[in-house]
């Protein structure tokens, strides 16, 4: 099946769901008025589908010939709370701001459902389109990947294949009309830490009467950096950043207590694993020399690595060229240490997570993600759609 024309003919309504969501972004797993807009779409397709799991996500399902036999394209669609600045004439009109491509996202996933649909007839087993909201994460508990799964999106039907893209600038030596892949890890875990500091506070002008928390921290800070120079193979990615540090609250009081939160990112679970074990285990002998103690959080409700199936990215590599061309299908060669909870739903069904470029240069799309700035090219919208609808549709076929 080709998807290339019928994608370009597509192309003009996909900018108008991707331009129509851009101005209504909403922030977490509270994605109401999206929710309602992406089964407002699929009700004109005539696809049905489940509402509210994980709050605000949608299940969508496309039944073709074998019911049981079913691949998933997975499309986030929150936003983050950023007052735009790009001066767009469908800028956001709330407050908050498509910051990440997510717009793009939903409306690619959309664009892959119609298609689909439009041949229907043909697909010889079953599409199951996952709409998430809260990719970029929730104050009261786990992004929306989880919180989805945990509400059955996975459960029935139960996909044996998926796929995802994400586009924006996050490679840089990539540009419009490209296609970026890479089998294994593609993106880091996305985990948070927290250390409680715990001493004994006292005046200022007499610390002999303290367990000074300050003091420790600061030795604590030192130490926590050696972890990735002096414990992990040079050649393996690895971070550890601490982004907060909080004590005290006059100039003159050694506090009793500071508190320290950090990230850990790494591309395998065993180097994550690790960097949670000695995290704990350096703070709490820092901290004992120095007759103080530590309370330790891990956060593992985080997303963990994001692991391409080797099988699944050759499909995808296949179903890419046929739309852009062999030389335009690239091998991501450096992953990125940022995260994305699709990794949730890759380690239940074997799937890739893809890159569209969608930063051009010459338009004046420099602006990093989660930036005020940040814009795409409409241009290549097409092209997300036609590539998971042809890599849907040929392992379908390959399952007959």
């Not at 298609?115 to 009261?140: A, N, R, T």
């Not at 893209?165 to 927290?194: N, Q």
């Not at 061309?325 to 890739?352: C, H, N, Q, W, Y």
Request: aromatic share 8%; proline share 6%.
């Amino acid at each position: 099946m080709d998807f290339r024309e019928s994608a370009k003919k597509l192309h003009q309504k996909i900018i108008d769901w991707r331009r129509d969501l851009h101005r209504i972004p909403e922030t977490g797993v509270d994605t109401p008025r999206t929710e309602a807009y992406v089964c407002a779409e699929l009700d004109k397709m005539g696809i049905p589908y489940r509402k509210g799991l994980g709050r605000h996500g949608v299940a969508a399902f496309l039944e073709g010939k074998n019911k049981k036999t079913v691949f998933a394209v997975r499309a986030d669609m929150d936003g983050l709370p950023i007052r735009e600045e790009t001066g767009l004439p469908f800028a956001s009109e709330n407050g908050n701001m498509h910051a990440c491509g997510h717009d793009a996202h939903a409306a690619m996933g959309l664009g892959t459902a119609k298609l689909l649909s439009d041949v229907k007839d043909q697909l010889e087993g079953s599409v199951l389109f996952i709409f998430q909201p809260g990719e970029e994460g929730c104050p009261d508990g786990p992004g929306g990947a989880k919180r989805m799964l945990d509400d059955g999106a996975f459960d029935d039907p139960v996909p044996s294949a998926m796929v995802g893209l994400h586009t924006g600038c996050i490679w840089k030596d990539f540009v419009p009309g490209e296609i970026g892949y890479r089998s294994g890890g593609i993106m880091a875990c996305m985990d948070r830490f927290e250390i409680l500091v715990k001493g004994k506070g006292s005046h200022g002008a007499y610390p002999h009467g303290s367990i000074d928390t300050i003091s420790i921290t600061g030795q604590l800070i030192s130490e926590l950096q050696t972890i990735v120079s002096r414990e992990i193979d040079p050649l393996e990615p690895a971070v550890v950043s601490l982004g907060e540090v909080h004590a005290g609250t006059a100039f003159n009081i050694i506090p009793g207590e500071c508190r320290i939160t950090g990230t850990v990112r790494a591309l395998n679970q065993e180097t994550r694993e690790f960097l949670a074990r000695r995290i704990e285990e350096i703070a709490s002998g820092v901290a004992s020399s120095m007759r103080g103690s530590i309370e330790f959080k891990y956060g593992w409700e985080g997303p963990a690595p994001v692991m391409n199936d080797p099988a699944m990215t050759e499909e995808l590599k296949l179903a890419a060229a046929k739309i852009v061309g062999e030389g335009k299908v690239r091998e991501i060669t450096r992953p990125s240490m940022g995260g994305e909870d699709i990794a949730f739903f890759l380690e239940k069904a074997p799937g890739t997570f893809f890159f569209l470029p969608g930063c051009n240069e010459g338009k004046g799309q420099t602006w990093p993600h989660h930036n005020s700035k940040f814009d795409i090219d409409e241009d290549v919208l097409w092209i997300g759609p036609a590539v998971m609808a042809t890599m849907a549709f040929d392992w379908l076929k390959k399952q007959a």
